[in-house]
Nanobody, 125 residues
């Protein structure tokens, strides 16, 4: 089970940190992905962090502004979002994959086994 928290309303240029707490499994066995969705648009792949936290991939739209991290002792993944823009407004989802990095790093949602409930991030201009 994945439970997200940390969303909210922030002004453009501000920061937020999302958390994704895992339970019921061996967290360190899963790569973690982040997605976002805005009504009327397709779900967007934000990026992934591998099991150890060493390898990360970011979508071009967030590269340099967002940072993934994870704490395998606390069973939690994090998404630090800086320099937020109004176009970052979306519901953000974390997802866990037991597959190889080369598979889930493509961003195909079908390669993820578990999903969080989503948390709303709203960036005002």
């Amino acid at each position: 089970q994945l439970v997200e928290s940390g969303g909210g309303l922030v002004q453009a240029g501000g920061s937020l940190r999302l958390s994704c707490a895992a339970s019921g499994g061996t967290f360190s066995s899963y790569g973690m992905g982040w997605f976002r969705h805005t009504p009327g648009k397709e779900r967007e792949f934000v990026g992934v962090i591998n099991r150890s936290g060493v390898i990360k991939y970011y979508a071009d739209s967030v590269k340099g502004r967002f940072t993934f991290s994870r704490d395998n002792v606390k069973n939690t993944a994090y998404l630090q979002m800086n320099s937020l823009k109004p176009e970052d407004t979306a519901v953000y989802y974390c997802a866990a994959s037991a597959r190889y990095y080369s598979t889930y790093s493509t961003g195909n949602p079908d390669e993820f086994d578990y999903w969080g409930q989503g948390t709303q991030v709203t960036v005002s201009s």
